[in-house]
């Protein structure tokens, strides 16, 4: 297993391309936080996970809050001692437009991540480990 002895927390993994990313980093070995909006999914995925015999925990988690990324960076170190892989995936329906949409996509799209990023750097610089992938929507092309 690749991702033995390791622990993930996936943004958005509640859905689509993060609940894949948080199955299939379980099924490799990954300790998982699920963390999502949409709490109840996140608890879907995260039982889904357990039930396969892996290790999942869920954390509530609104890419768009500054506080709650760190509180989810915070919440998983909390839970697992370490943090040694971040993949955001949060989701918007449809193309960014004019008004609330556009600025509704920039934070989930674009600063969301950045958040991301930033508080789990932290972290893992005082673990010695990371890697981080960030997925991005076809909106953004």
């Known amino acids: 297993m690749k991702l033995q002895d390791r622990v993930t927390l996936v943004i958005g993994g509640a859905s689509g391309i993060g609940r894949a990313s948080a199955e299939v980093c379980a099924a490799e070995g990954a300790r998982v936080m699920v963390a999502d909006i949409n709490e109840e999914g996140a608890k879907e995925v995260a039982a889904g996970i357990r039930a396969q015999g892996g290790s999942a925990a869920v954390v509530m988690c609104d890419i768009t809050s500054e506080d709650a990324v760190r509180g989810s960076v915070d919440a998983t170190a909390a ?3 370490r943090l040694d892989g971040l993949i955001t995936s949060p989701g918007v ?7 609330d949409r556009w600025d509704r996509s920039l934070e989930m799209l674009l600063k969301g991540p950045f958040y991301a990023c930033k508080y789990a750097l932290q972290q893992m610089e005082r673990d010695g480990s990371g890697a981080i992938v960030n997925i991005s929507s076809l909106a953004g092309v």
């Open 79 to 81: 839970e697992f001692g």
């Open 93 to 99: 329906g449809g193309a960014p437009g004019p008004g």
